[in-house]
Structures are given as C-alpha cells and as structure tokens.
C-alpha cells in the first residue's frame, strides 16, 4: 500500500496552490474551524478533535506544503512569509472570508502571524503550545539536529524509524499513548520524498522575532499548553497570555506537546467552550 492509498480517505481533496499539490480535509457543517499542525506533523494530529467538533463545525485541515502528503514547494521557500501567503492564496480558494483559526506549535506561529497580518480573516484563535518565541535555549531537538553542519547534509538518513520514535516519545508525556501506528504514520509521512529536505530548509530559515507585535492582535484568543511539554516550555505560554490583550491560558497537567492528540477529549470541549462565548 502507498502512502496516498494509506494516509488519504473519502475526505481527502487535493488542491494546485502557488504551484504545489496541497492535501487537504474538509468535514462537517457550520462555521469554518482552519486547523495548522507543527512540524514534523500532518493534519492527522486533529483526526480525533475532528470527530468530536465536526457536529457543530465545519473543520478545514490541510497538510502543510513539505509535510503529510502535500508536496514539497516548487520554489523551495518555507520562509514564515511565504507560508501567509500561501494559508491567505488557501483560503481564498476555498472561499473562506472569515474562520476560527487554530494553530499547534508551527501552526501556532503561523495561525498568529496571520492574525496579525490579515486580521480581517480571523475570529476567533487558538494557539496550542505555539511556537515564535526565537531563543537558542528554546529550540526542540530536531530542529538542533537539522541546524548541525554535518547532521543537516544526511537527516533524510540519519531520522531513522528509531530517531523518529524517539522524537514522538518527546511530545507524549503519558508513553503509553504512543502506539506503533502513530509511530509508523509520523515516520512514513516524515520520510516521504521531498519531506526531510523541506524540514531541512525550514530548520535552517532567518527568521524575524515578531513577538513584540503580539499586542496588537485583536481577536480573542485561547491558548492550550501542556505542563509537561519538553518542546515548547510552559514559560512560554505564560508570554503569550501577558502579550495577547484577549486571551486565557489553560495549562493541562501531565500532558505533553501536542494536547489535541494526547487528551482530545477535554481540549475539543475547552475549545468548544471557547467559540460559544462561554
């Protein structure tokens, strides 16, 4: 079986944008919910929040251009900039003036970069244990592995099924959630061609720090945090609750980076809470 054949459904779209095919789910009915994942991911961490949300929502998910089984940039650019644009060219297509956009640690940098660039597209936010803050001392592994000269030249081979294993240990806190399936699907859609050398060039990305400008955003925001994230440390999620004027953190405990996968029971239901005003 391929990856196609093993990692698209019935819900599956696919869609030409900026010159790239982008893998994309639309499920449910009413107001639109756009859903980002992090790096290394595919929108596959949302499979259970979108069976709970989409009886009230319509949910949006795609892979990422150089992730799941969106292909890899014509232009090789995963500059923060061309992935607005991307998310804004995305939209438009879809015909989405206005969503609730949620974003998990890459997502989450993006989803509030485009808050702040297109704030007439975005209701509501939700950033799940988001990334942006840019110092050295908070940088997750396979971003310290892609970013060693001699590691960067061979990550495609060095990320074996093992290496892989252990990255996804690190975002789980509770271990027996980790199952060989979920294993197997982040190194197969990792390993694709065209993936690892993507990650590469992301990894290796300048980037401008723009988290001083996250007073300016507007929109109410809600933001998800494990306690025990070994990615993305708690402290940072304290920063983003002092510097989004409308925003409320909620921290879960003994829950590691990737809350939505790890517990969706009651984040779908803080979410939920979150978009009903209550």
């Not at 929109?219 to 304290?238: F, K, R």
Request: hydrophobic residues 40%; contains cysteine.
């Amino acid at each position: 079986m391929n990856h196609l054949q093993k990692y698209a459904n019935e819900q599956s779209r696919f869609l030409v944008i900026d010159g790239s095919l982008v893998h994309y789910r639309v499920e449910g009915n009413g107001y639109p919910i756009v859903l980002l994942h992090g790096a290394f991911s595919s929108l596959h961490t949302y499979d259970a929040w979108c069976d709970i949300l989409s009886k009230k929502y319509q949910l949006i998910r795609l892979d990422l251009p150089g992730f799941g089984l969106s292909g890899s940039r014509v232009d090789h650019d995963y500059s923060m900039e061309s992935y607005l644009q991307f998310m804004l060219h995305f939209l438009d297509r879809l015909r989405i003036k206005k969503c609730h956009l949620v974003g998990s640690s890459l997502g989450g940098w993006m989803a509030w970069e485009f808050a702040l660039m297109y704030p007439q597209k975005v209701n509501k936010l939700t950033l799940i244990s988001s990334a942006g803050f840019l110092e050295d001392r908070n940088v997750p592994l396979p971003f310290k592995m892609a970013r060693t000269p001699f590691l960067s030249k061979v990550i495609k081979y060095a990320v074996k099924k093992n290496v892989l294993e252990q990255f996804v240990r690190q975002v789980y806190a509770d271990q027996n959630k980790v199952t060989p399936d979920l294993v197997e699907r982040y190194f197969e859609l990792f390993s694709r061609e065209g993936n690892p050398e993507a990650f590469l060039s992301l990894a290796n990305g300048k980037y401008k720090d723009h988290t001083k400008k996250l007073r300016q955003i507007k929109c109410s925001t809600l933001i998800l945090w494990g306690e025990e994230d070994a990615w993305l440390p708690l402290e940072n999620g304290y920063r983003f609750r002092d510097r989004i004027p409308k925003s409320k953190l909620i921290i879960y405990e003994g829950v590691g980076h990737v809350p939505m996968e790890e517990i969706p029971l009651e984040t779908a239901k803080d979410l939920q809470a979150f978009l009903q005003g209550r």
